[in-house]
DNA sequence: AACAGTCTCAACCGCCTCGAG
DNA sequence: TCTCGAGGCGGTTGAGACTGT
């Protein structure tokens, strides 16, 4: 069964855009906004077809898309959310304000795969190789979380970030969007500083996938009552004597539903892929100190006087925040994993690998 | 300097979903 | 309920830049 290309036609101009070609389009959305992609083509007197069209305006001329180097803060977030959702880029992408997700994907497939795989994380499962089970992949105590030199994927990419793009027309011409790009492949950035980075980013990468590989079995080895947060949680549960109880009711993603419509589902059948959303959880990573409490993990805690309103969406500007209060999260993750298996803190990850 | 190998990522391909009629 | 088309999505490709020999 074949199916008919959504593009036939006849001329029809394929490859890389040239700086006419996205003055053209942007002019045209600019003036008529987007939609309607099969006619703009014509409309707009561009030899493309229509989900070309689209596909250059989203993924690279739409004005607010950033460009350029990921922070240590997106990555943690691409490897929680993979971890979790799997190679669902779009849903990963909707977290990462200004990211697409055919950026997201690409940044997943030429770097961050990679360096799971290096260190003996398979990047799939997100969880120990098991023909090739390093000691750093399997140990995970906190206090013990393995820092690894820059990779060679980090190298590369340490080499990539100052690599001018060859496919990338605009960056030594007309840039529509150059006011709020951050253009690395410019050359912005020295190799050297782009080294230090990559070595700090292999260290959080290290730490956080050893904690997401955790997440999928914590989100499914536990039962989440509603009302086990709307007291003041997780500071008071984290206080039980009867620890293992306490973990039982306690799903950190779940406290999105706090602030959400979302049917409450206080099941153990945690469907991750079935109306489980981290938007909210992500965005009270990001919120502005005021408005939340932070225990001694440095959470940002949902309270049960919390209103939704309250809650606001994680601007880019927040971002710079998130680092902390991530951590915080993947640490009581962390804490509290090792409570789910058996009594052992912190050996969830061997567990797996039983 | 020349060549081969490697890497990156924009762009493409084809399938899927969903809403309109 | 069915069909169709637009848009969305994830996987793959290939041009060009970089690195190593």
New binding site residues.
């Given amino acids: ?3 008919k ?3 036939v036609g006849e001329g ?7 700086t006419e ?2 003055k053209t389009l942007i002019s045209y959305i600019h003036e008529h906004g ?7 083509p014509q409309k707009a007197g561009l030899k ?9 305006w ?4 739409k004005p607010e898309i950033k ?3 990921f922070s240590s803060e997106e990555e943690q977030i691409i490897i929680m959310l993979h971890a979790a ?10 977290h990462l304000p200004r990211r ?4 997201i ?3 997943w ?3 961050l795969k ?1 360096r799971l795989i290096e260190q003996g994380i398979d990047p799939v499962t997100h969880k120990p190789l098991a023909s090739n089970t390093s000691p750093t992949a399997t140990t995970t105590q906190p206090g013990n979380l393995h820092s690894l030199d820059a990779s ?18 605009l960056s030594s011409g007309f840039n529509p969007s150059s006011e709020i790009t951050t253009p ?2 410019g ?1 912005s950035l020295s ?1 050297k500083k782009s080294i230090k980075k990559s070595n700090s980013t292999s260290r959080l990468l290290n730490k956080v996938a050893a904690k997401a590989t955790s997440i999928k079995d914590i989100l499914n080895a536990t039962t989440i009552p509603y009302e086990s947060f709307s007291n003041g949680f997780p500071e008071q549960t984290r206080n039980e004597e009867d620890s293992s109880n306490a973990l039982a009711d306690f799903d950190p993603f779940s406290q999105s539903l706090l602030y959400t419509d979302h049917e409450i589902h206080a099941t153990s059948d945690l469907d991750m892929d079935q109306g489980y959303d981290f938007s909210y959880f992500l965005e009270t990573l990001g919120r502005d100190e005021h408005n939340m409490n932070v225990d001694q993990y440095g959470h940002d805690l949902p309270m049960s006087d919390v209103s939704q309103d309250v809650v606001s969406s994680t601007s880019v500007d927040d971002q710079d925040n998130m680092t902390g209060n991530f951590e915080g999260w993947s640490n009581y993750l962390l804490d509290h994993a090792g409570l789910i298996y058996d009594d052992t803190e912190y050996d969830f990850f061997d567990k797996q690998i039983i």
């Fill in positions: 069964m074949s199916r290309p959504c593009c029809l101009k394929k490859g890389a855009w040239t070609e996205d987007e939609g309607g992609w099969r006619d703009i493309r077809c229509g989900k070309s069209c689209r596909l250059r989203t993924n690279y001329l460009r350029g180097e959702r799997g190679n669902k880029w779009s849903v990963i992408a909707r697409t997700d055919n950026e994907k690409n940044y497939n030429t770097h990679k060679s994927s980090d190298k590369r990419y340490s080499r990539s970030s100052s690599m001018p793009s060859m496919s990338r027309p690395v492949q050359g190799c």
